[in-house]
């Protein structure tokens, strides 16, 4: 793939995360504010965990691409300073828009150079911005089953649930 082409197929893959992001921060908002340390199994994430994984891992991937390196992934403990659902939408609104224009900005030169995960993926910038949106979705998915047992209601996500009909 040429430098050209990657980049046109890094605008469509930054279209689908935009359209992605709409879609978690709805699952984000409808997170009560308590019990947010519904955790549905033991070796699960506590929906404060999901939130704050959402909110800050995002930012993180995508700068991680823009930076061209991957640097030590966020603290999701209590001291990343969100407490509650609000303060992850509200980060996520204002931190997550601006790492994705700065992957939008990359040239396609940038896009194909292998960047290193930890040993564990080697791949092109470009690969890593398809699995952010994975990553996204995936824990947005998880998110979204902790909804109704924390006794809220599941948005629409790829179109209406049996929650918003």
């Known amino acids: 793939m040429n430098f050209e082409q990657t980049k046109t197929v890094a605008e469509f893959l930054i279209a689908d995360f935009e359209s992605e992001m709409q879609a978690t921060l709805r699952v984000i908002e409808a997170v009560p504010d308590s019990p947010l340390d519904h955790p549905p199994d033991t070796k699960s994430k506590t929906a404060l965990g999901l939130v704050r994984h959402l909110a800050l891992e995002d930012e993180w991937l995508l700068n991680c691409i823009a930076d061209g390196e991957f640097t030590t992934p966020p ?20 931190k997550v828009p601006v790492a994705l224009n700065r992957v939008r900005a990359l040239p396609g030169e940038k896009l194909t150079k292998v960047l290193d995960m930890f040993g564990m993926m080697q791949a092109p910038g470009l690969n890593f911005l398809a699995v952010t949106t994975k990553h996204s979705v995936h824990h947005r998915g998880q998110l979204s089953t902790y909804l109704r047992p924390m006794g809220s209601r599941v948005p629409g996500i790829y179109g209406p649930s049996a929650d918003t009909q």
């Open 75 to 94: 603290d999701d403990s209590d001291a990343c300073g969100i407490m509650n659902p609000a303060d992850a939408a509200a980060r996520y609104k204002e």
